[in-house]
């Protein structure tokens, strides 16, 4: 059974930092691309960070200069961490782990797979 669970969100002020994880679990993932998405209420998911099984990254304008997002490829699991500094309030939204990715060469696009996590919210608020 395909797990892809998020966890380290919460309320932070604005210019803190956050890191989320995803645990990816019951396929093999190593091979494969991995997101991260987010969803603020009443706008569509948007991707904010993508990386390649070699770790090839692709990071959305906003996400670049603030966000970094890496993966670490155990036996059984992959995990995906997105670490977020200097959050702004229009960061606030849910976050999404995405599985079976795939990143193009030169990092230009991230094309989103069929598995998705629960997500994670993320609120920046003073």
């Known amino acids: 059974q395909v797990q892809l669970v998020e966890s380290g969100g919460g309320l932070v002020q604005p210019g803190g930092s956050l890191r989320l994880s995803c645990v990816a679990s019951?396929?093999?993932?190593?091979?494969?691309?991995m997101g991260w998405y987010r969803q603020a209420p009443g706008k569509q998911r948007e991707l904010v960070a993508g990386?390649?099984?070699?770790?090839?990254?692709?990071?959305v304008e906003s996400a670049k200069g603030r966000f970094t997002i890496s993966r670490d490829n155990a036996k059984n699991t992959v995990t995906i961490y997105l670490q977020m500094n200097r959050l702004k309030p229009e960061d606030t939204a849910a976050y999404y782990c995405?599985?079976?990715?795939?990143?193009?060469?030169?990092?230009?696009?991230?094309?989103?797979?069929?598995?998705w996590g629960q997500g994670t919210q993320v609120t920046v608020s003073s």
């Open positions: 019951g396929s093999d993932f190593s091979l494969s691309g």
């Open positions: 990386i390649s099984s070699s770790g090839e990254t692709k990071y």
């Open positions: 995405n599985g079976d990715g795939a990143v193009s060469p030169g990092g230009d696009y991230y094309f989103p797979g069929d598995y």
